[in-house]
Nanobody
């Protein structure tokens, strides 16, 4: 599986942008998908996750109410809608796919629970 993240850029605080993650392969719909982010000098942190059909989502407290994760299995693509960003949201955003949680109710939140990663897309929020 190859993941290609896009949509990052410079955005003003309070604005919005949408990140996309295109996946190769025929089994995209069976994966749990997630978004992580890594600010300069910090660890990679969980942002959001979505189950195989989009029926369940989970968010980090820091983004809850402002970010929305979604997916389109027909297009092999997941999205992260970023609304009302703050300067502290500045980071490289990574999409990731987990192959071992599709049948359960748990949505993984740790980087080592994900099997495939995109290359990252930089989001810079200006104040």
């Amino acid at each position: 599986v190859q993941l290609q993240a896009s949509g990052g850029g410079l955005v003003q605080a309070g604005g919005s942008l949408r990140l996309s993650c295109a996946a190769s392969g025929r089994t995209f719909s069976s994966y749990v998908m997630g978004w992580f982010r890594q600010a300069p000098g910090k660890e990679r942190d969980f942002a959001a996750a979505i189950n195989w059909n989009g029926g369940r989502t989970y968010y980090a407290d820091s983004v809850k109410g402002r970010f929305t994760i979604s997916r389109d299995n027909a297009k092999n693509t997941e999205y992260l809608q970023v609304n009302s960003p703050k300067p502290e949201d500045t980071a490289v955003y990574y999409c990731a796919a987990a192959t071992t949680f599709a049948g359960g109710s748990y949505l993984p939140v740790y980087p080592n629970e994900y099997d495939y990663w995109g290359q990252g897309t930089l989001v810079t929020v200006s104040s």
